[in-house]
């Protein structure tokens, strides 16, 4: 099985985030990380490595200092890293970077990709599907628990309150939660390893049936009017109350209480 | 002179920090407080490869230097001193001597086991009249056969009841040098459940303690006589050299120690308030904290030093890297003391009190100046090689 993790570098947003005074993200302030959903879905790439033997790449799009976290996946046992970088493709939005993405991966075999859910310095969630819908193949968003059955993926897809079990064919992308698992360390023969082995690099010329219109900056429809950091949702509270009307009676309490009614 | 980490170093520093912060630290005060070894800990580190970082590949470790290893002790030490010197001890006086003087056959038998961490090693050459003076050995190995036949006993071994494999110090016979009899002293690998080898009692310490630190007791106890490590007499020297390299372990964990209560005063003292300000606007506390940073600084220095000097000896093993090794744990472990102490003093009450990490840290500090070559040994060592 052969299985691509597409994995982004991004600024360590514990603690806040700091802005340029253009609104832009001030990445040299804070310290490049590698996503959290990304490395979770790095995480369920090696387990099915373990498990079932596979060969695992991972992908990057970034500056050429992106290549840290495909050294970083290496470390913690990802077979090859390729590092996608042009000057023209910088300044992408998620239609670009998709893009571009898609266009490094036609020239890769793969049954499964995997994509985090989002980063954390855009909270977007759309390149995963969007690199698929590009691909043609189907994609299964928020996965917090993923398997191989045969020929197919079975994917628990996280709900507010439930899960959806789907399965899907391979090939086919899957989106990860950071709830999917705890990702390993590296290991320090790892790292020295991975600091040795070569990254491939590849640039606008590399990528297979993209047009330039949609690459970079000028291929990006979306222009960031102004950036904050994300107001967080509370967790919300769950009851289970005995009976309908004790469900009803303590939903107008919290009401009054609100002074909704 | 290059003062700059390679990208290898900082990656392995990152991934020692962040294994030490979520998985060593929230046990330490546990572990301290229930004298408790952290056997959940060990077989974190033995997934991760932590157990053989300066170990080849082709003997299941991680093939790294002894610069990264340093750096691994030195992380862990920052959040847990015992911690800390159960990889040390491990490393570099039960896998070192092995992969140094063993024969081929001795390393394919124990060091995978030991690298991966299925098999934890000790090493025992103090005894109740020869910890200093390690001439003054009374543990005897009399050849008997095909097998040594060991009598007598080992105190305050570190790993003591928890290691499988034991490097084990002992006197072979009397010889003459220079016109003067002196004890001969070989070295032996001794596995865990030989007929004969028994443990005594656990001490019961000041410091790391989580710790295993036992008395080994060795009656009749019969090992093959493959099991001699490196030639007959050679023990002393072997002994010796193994401590070279295990200062350096020490001096790491040392380091570790200080540089982890200059952390938590650095925080503490921004978040205490004392006369309507917090502590670190007081111009004693930021001269204290200047001169505990340069000297935890320095320390590093020496340690990094001693375990490049440690990896020329791999390639070149002319090169003698015992005065660097001192000079690391001489300065690191006074350092840790001092650094530690005024970590307490600055705490103010709270330092005294047991929740507080500085407490234990300044316990735990104060053994580097006594295992593995007291300071007042590293003196001797140092100034030795001065007046050669």
């Given at each position: 099985m052969k299985i691509v993790v597409c994995i982004k570098q991004v600024p360590d947003t514990k603690g806040g985030v700091k802005f340029n005074p253009d609104g832009t993200l001030d990445r040299g302030a804070m310290l490049a990380i590698m996503n959290p959903d990304d490395k979770a879905g790095l995480e369920a790439a090696l387990r099915l490595k373990d498990e079932y033997g596979a060969e695992v790449t991972v992908l990057t799009m970034g500056l050429p200092k992106a290549a840290d976290v495909l050294r970083e996946a290496i470390a913690m046992g990802a077979d090859k890293g390729i590092l996608v970088t042009d000057r023209v493709l910088g300044g992408a939005d998620t239609w670009a970077t998709s893009t571009t993405i898609a266009g490094a991966l036609r020239n890769i075999d793969y049954d499964l990709i995997i994509t985090g859910r989002q980063a954390i310095d855009g909270d977007t969630a759309q390149v995963g599907p969007q690199i698929a819908e590009h691909l043609g193949i189907p994609v299964i968003s928020y996965a917090q628990d993923l398997k191989i059955d045969g020929d197919k993926v079975v994917v628990q897809r996280q709900y507010d309150d439930r899960y959806h079990v789907l399965e899907a064919k391979m090939p086919c992308l899957v989106t990860a939660l950071s709830e999917l698992n705890v990702p390993r360390y590296m290991t320090p023969g790892g790292i020295f390893d991975a600091c040795a082995a070569e990254i491939t690099t590849w640039g606008?010329?590399?990528?297979?049936?993209?047009?330039?219109?949609?690459?970079?900056l000028k291929g990006s429809p979306t222009k960031i009017a102004k950036a904050s950091d994300k107001v967080r949702k509370g967790a919300g509270e769950k009851i289970v109350p005995d009976s309908p009307e004790d469900g009803v009676a303590y939903i107008i309490g919290k009401f009054k209480e609100k002074h909704i009614i | 002179m290059d003062f700059t980490l390679s990208k290898e170093h900082e990656m392995a520093r990152q991934l020692f920090r962040d294994f030490a912060e979520n998985e060593v630290k929230p046990l330490a005060q546990e572990v301290d407080e229930e004298e408790r070894f952290p056997r959940e800990t060990v077989e974190k580190m033995a997934k991760y490869g932590f157990m053989g970082i300066p170990v080849p590949k082709e003997y299941g470790g991680q093939g790294c230097d002894i610069l990264t290893y340093a750096m691994c002790v030195e992380e862990l030490s920052k959040v847990c001193g015992t911690t800390g010197v159960i990889v040390s001890a491990h490393t570099s006086l039960c896998v070192d001597p092995i992969l140094t003087y063993g024969t081929e056959e001795q390393k394919q038998k124990y060091v995978p086991d030991l690298a991966t961490g299925k098999k934890i090693g000790a090493f025992g050459l103090t005894e109740p009249g020869a910890g200093t003076d390690a001439q003054g050995q009374q543990t005897k190995a009399v050849l008997d056969g095909d097998e040594w036949v060991l009598n007598g006993s080992k105190c305050f071994i570190t790993n003591g009841k928890e290691a499988d494999v034991y490097i084990v110090i002992a006197v072979t016979g009397i010889v003459e040098k220079k016109g003067r009899k002196i004890k001969e002293i070989s070295s032996f690998i001794v596995e865990k459940g030989t007929p004969g080898f028994t443990f005594g009692t656990k001490e019961k310490k000041m410091g790391i303690r989580g710790s295993s630190t036992y008395e080994l007791i060795f009656t009749d106890c019969r090992i093959p006589k493959e099991n001699i490590l490196g030639k007959q007499g050679e023990g002393f020297k072997i002994a010796m050299h193994t401590l070279d390299g295990g200062r350096i372990g020490i001096a790491a964990q040392a380091l570790g120690i200080a540089a982890g209560a200059l952390e938590r005063t650095i925080a503490y003292t921004k978040e205490r308030k004392q006369f309507g300000k917090s502590i670190a606007n007081f111009q004693n506390t930021q001269f204290q904290l200047a001169d505990m940073a340069t000297k935890v600084e320095a320390a590093r220095m020496l340690v990094y030093k001693a375990a490049r000097k440690k990896d020329e000896f791999k390639t070149n093993p002319k090169i003698s890297y015992s005065v660097e090794a001192a000079q690391a744990k001489l300065y690191a472990a006074e350092v840790a003391m001092e650094v530690t102490t005024k970590a307490v003093q600055l705490h103010g009450g709270y330092g005294y009190i047991r929740e507080y990490d500085v407490e234990r840290m300044m316990r735990d500090a104060k053994i580097t100046e006594i295992y593995e070559g007291t300071s007042e040994v590293q003196r001797m060592v140092i100034s030795g090689a001065l007046l050669k």
């Open positions: 606008r010329a590399d990528l297979k049936d993209v047009e330039d219109c949609n690459l970079g | -």
